[in-house]
Structures are given as C-alpha cells and as structure tokens.
C-alpha cells in the first residue's frame, strides 16, 4: 500500500473549512463529483497468451469530489490502484489520495495551490492531463496564477513537482509562465471585419539534480545540464471560414534516455491552416519535430513524467480493425507529419444527395523520418555525450513511418436505416513504431456500419470490417451487433477473428444499464494484447479473458 496520510488528513481538514466557512457566509456552494470503477475478473487461456495472475480481481477505480463557490473552489480525489489492471507499470500499483487543490478566484484572477493541469499552446513544451486508459497523471503539484481580467490578455505563470505515479520527484522541479495577446480586443476595425488574431508565447524551465550516467564502454561521466529551458511562439489568424495556426519551438540541451545521452538542442515546427462553411471543410496541416521528449526526470522511460505533447498528426479511429495498428508520435527521434482532410455533404434531392443527403469525407496522413547525419564518432560503444547527429531543417527523411489514406461515406438511406462506409490503405512501420521486427505492414480495410431505429425507444446497430494483410498475423474479420433499448439498456455481442495466422476469435457479450446518472456495464469474453493510443501515446494491453464490470456515476 502506498498512501499518504498527511495530505488526506490536510486535504479533509480543508474541504470541511471550505464547507463550513461557505455556509456561514450564506453562499451558495456547489458540490460535483464522479466515480469511475473498472473491474476485471481474468481467467488464464493459454490460446491468447494471458500469462498467469496472482489476484482474483483487478480494479482501477476512482473518486472525484469537488466544492464550488463564488470565490473558492476545492477538491480531492481518491484512487485505488493496488490491484491494477493489466498493462500497467510496477509503480502505477497504490492507493490513496494523490489529488488535491484549492482554488481562490477575484476579479479576474484566480490562484489554484495544489495538484493542478495545464497546457500552453498545442503542448509542444508544456501539457500536464489525465488519461486514465493510459495510466497517464503528469500532474504539478505546487501553484499557479492564472489572470484573465485584463483586456485581451491571458497570462498564467506556475511551478511545482511532477506527480509519477505515487511519488513526486525532489530532485527536480518545472516551472513556466505563458502569455496570449487577443489583438482584435484592441481594433474594433478588425471585429467588424470579423477577424481574430491570437499572438502567444510560453516558456518552460526544468531544474533537475545531477546525476551518475557513465559512457558504456568507458569511465567518463557525463556533465548533464541542470536547467533545461523550452520556448514556444505561435499565432493564429482567423476571418471568417479561413483560420491560419503557426507554431514553433525549441528546447536546449537535454541529455536524457529518449535521446540516447546525447547534447541536441530540440526544435518544432507546426503549420495549420483550415476553411469551414455550412457543408464544406478542408483541413491542412504539416508539422516538423526533433528531439522533443522533455521530461522531468531524465533517465525515466514509458509514458510518465512528460512535461510536453507532442501531437500525432494522423486520424484517429474507432472502428476496431482500423485502430489495430495505431501510430505513436516519435517524440525524440523526430519526424515530419503531413495531414489532410476534406469534408463535403452534398444536400438534399441532388443527384448524389439522394432524398436525406450524402457526407463524405477523405483524410490523408503521412509521416517520415527526418533526414539525419551523424556529426560525432562514438565514444565508448555509444553516442552518449556528443552531438549527435545534424539534420537539415527542410529536408525530409526516405524512411516512411506511418500512412493513412481513408474514405469515409455517411448516407441516409430511409427514415429508419442508415448507412457508414469506410475504406482505408495504410502502411505501419512496425520496427519504429512497436520496435517489432515485421517490417513495413501494408492493410486494406473495409468497414460497413449500419444503425435501424425500429421506433424511439428501439435501434440495432451492425458492423462488418475487414483487414487484409500479409505481414504480421494476417487477415482479420471483425462483427458487432448492438441492441439499444431506451432509456437503460444496451447489449452488445462481437468478435474479432484471426482469419490469418492463428485462427483465434476474440469473443466479447456485454449488458450496458443507464439510470440518471449511474452507467453500469458488465460483460465477458477475450482482449486482444495490442496498443491503446490515444493523441500519438500509447500503452501496450496484454491479452486478457475473464468478466468485466465497469461502473461510472456523475453527480
């Protein structure tokens, strides 16, 4: 068990303050909350690879609580991870209340103390969140201001510890401050005209302690700097349909394990531009990166302790064979990131409209590696402690990592019945992406959805999905069927089918329940072991078979 008594005991003392003092004042105090629990009950199958368990329950499971007031808001959540699901890193294994803040709030101001998530920017050198499927909470605990009174200013400075998992390291610290200018606040000439210009900027500084890296092969260590500092500018442009993002970064010499020890200033570069009217859009983007893993601890790996994002520039699928080989950014190798979409609904008792409409949508994503040259020998058996490699800035890489061409169709066929279509070609690099030795893995994937609402209260979902491959483990076909039955129930019957390699179904039956504000889902059946990404990061799932419950209340 891993748990901390005193800031359960500070976190308590306060709430009940905050309470006490908010009632005594005659203010209205607002109180929200969730609780989310996950249950698996495995059951080893030799088939699929579960390996065996020790336990004969698993859980990560949850509890939110949250005061609001005029002036404060307070709040504290409970985990509980000392059984976790499958998947998980050593340390993410604990309980306790990891999660506590106060925030005060006055004219445009308002000053949090605490445990706390932030972004500046798209994240390029700043982004703490929670992804609870990834066992990601990079939260700081220490303070931030953030002021948003002024006229066409926000400005937001903070530092504290990162949390990794149950602990907060001591021998390093992030701090930061950001500042974005709205200049159409200023011109009444630019709002007439209906335009809105951003201009932002952050920076970004880690101190973290020294440490004891030696170069393998050698007794030299390494002088590692102990303040890395990152710097992020950007702009956004927008009239009318057009919107226009730029956005650049950069980050000094950070030694770390992503990177291999090695002294390379870091670097960004993103470009987006994007036109929306009823009926249209059209997407564009480019983005260049180059050692840009920044953490808090440097010789940390996995996902934990990431002080930035770093965005991955693909589509983002559902449909189960279409997410079966998600890509991952390369955050410290770099990459050049290409994407593109158009979205077009062509109307109504057109030709091509039909009687209810027709959408259609087409995105492209491509992804390369950046063209290297290595600048030093090696010391010892490694490149630790030199440079490195050079690159030039525009100058794209011959090795293809990711690619992604999808169609996607959305048609009403009658009042009832409606139809989604997809086709996707895609290319996954998998000895850069999973560090697995099947080469380049080339798919075609088909996906049929079709949803029949037989009344208000009674719908049947379908899918049908196809991937045909002849690398990795093959073909594989997937089906669902899903019965809705308003306002509390939905069943739901899958399974995916290893048509290739092994043959193996990975069946799953599930029964969702909805009341108010309470959703209870219990199932059973197997898991394929694979990735689970979501935003260019990812966490490997080992294959599982056993009962699943899952329970979430908002309040």
């Excluded at 934990?304 to 994002?309: E, Q």
């Excluded at 293809?400 to 070609?425: G, H, R």
């Excluded at 290319?427 to 798919?443: C, P, T």
Aim: glycine letters at 10%; aromatic letters at 14%; a positive charge.
């Amino acid at each position: 068990m891993k748990i901390s008594l005193k800031p359960m005991a500070l976190c308590g003392a306060g709430l009940l303050a905050f309470v006490a003092n908010a009632q005594e004042s005659g203010r209205k105090v607002v109180l929200h909350g969730s609780v989310q629990s996950d249950v698996l009950i495995p059951e080893e199958d030799e088939k699929i690879g579960t390996g065996t368990y020790s336990d004969w329950g698993l859980t990560n499971t949850y509890a939110d609580l949250n005061l609001m007031s005029k002036y404060v808001d307070a709040g504290a959540r409970l985990e509980f991870t000392e059984f976790p699901l499958p998947g998980f890193e050593p340390d993410f294994k604990g309980w306790g209340v990891p999660h506590i803040y106060v925030k005060g709030k006055l004219k445009g101001v308002d000053i949090t103390a605490g445990d706390f998530y932030d972004q500046f920017g798209s994240g390029f050198v700043f982004r703490t969140y929670e992804e609870r499927s990834l066992g990601i909470d990079n939260s700081l605990r220490g303070a931030r201001v953030n002021v948003t009174g002024l006229k066409g200013v926000s400005f937001k400075v903070l530092g504290g510890l990162q949390r990794r998992y149950w602990d907060w390291s001591k021998d390093s610290w992030v701090g930061g401050a950001d500042l974005e200018l709205n200049l159409e606040q200023y011109s009444a000439r630019m709002r007439d005209k209906n335009i809105t210009w951003m201009v932002g900027g952050s920076y970004v500084l880690k101190h973290e302690k020294d440490e004891d890296i030696v170069v393998p092969g050698t007794n030299y260590r390494l002088n590692l700097p102990e303040m890395v500092s990152a710097f992020d500018v950007r702009s956004r442009f927008q009239k009318g349909d057009y919107s226009l993002l730029a956005e650049y970064a950069w980050k000094s010499q950070d030694p770390s394990f992503d990177n291999g020890y090695i002294y390379h200033r870091g670097n960004a570069l993103m470009l987006s531009g994007s036109y929306s009217r009823r009926g249209m859009s059209a997407l564009l983007q480019v983005k260049r990166s180059e050692d840009m893993a920044y953490r808090s601890q440097r010789s940390m790996n996995g996902n934990s302790v990431f002080i930035n994002n770093m965005p991955a520039f693909a589509y983002q699928h559902t449909y189960a064979l279409a997410a079966l080989y998600p890509y991952a950014t390369q955050a410290a190798g770099g990459e050049w990131a290409f994407q593109g979409e158009v979205g077009y609904n062509f109307a109504r008792r057109t030709p091509l409209g039909g009687k209810y409409g027709t959408k259609l949508k087409v995105n492209f994503s491509h992804v390369r590696s950046l063209d290297k040259e290595d600048v030093d020998a090696a010391v010892g058996t490694s490149l630790y402690g030199t440079k490195g490699y050079k690159s030039k800035f525009f100058k794209v890489g011959g090795e293809t990592y990711y690619q992604d061409i999808n169609v996607q169709m959305e048609k009403k066929l009658t009042k009832a019945f409606k139809l989604n279509l997809m086709y996707m070609n895609q290319r996954f690099n998998d000895a850069v992406i999973r560090q697995e030795d099947n080469g380049m893995i080339k798919s075609h994937i088909a996906v049929a959805e079709g949803k029949y609402q037989f009344n208000n209260k009674l719908t049947l979902r379908a899918e049908a999905q196809y991937l045909a491959t002849k690398q990795d483990e093959g073909d594989w076909t997937y089906g669902l069927l899903e019965l809705s039955v308003l306002p509390y129930f939905m069943f739901t019957v899958s399974d995916m089918w290893n048509n290739g390699e092994s043959n193996v179904h990975y069946y799953m039956g599930s029964v969702t329940f909805n009341y108010k504000a309470h959703r209870l889902m219990a199932g059973y059946g197997r898991t394929r072991a694979g990735y689970n990404c979501s935003g260019g990061v990812c966490r490997y799932v080992p294959a599982t078979r056993g009962f699943q419950m899952s329970y979430n209340f908002n309040f």
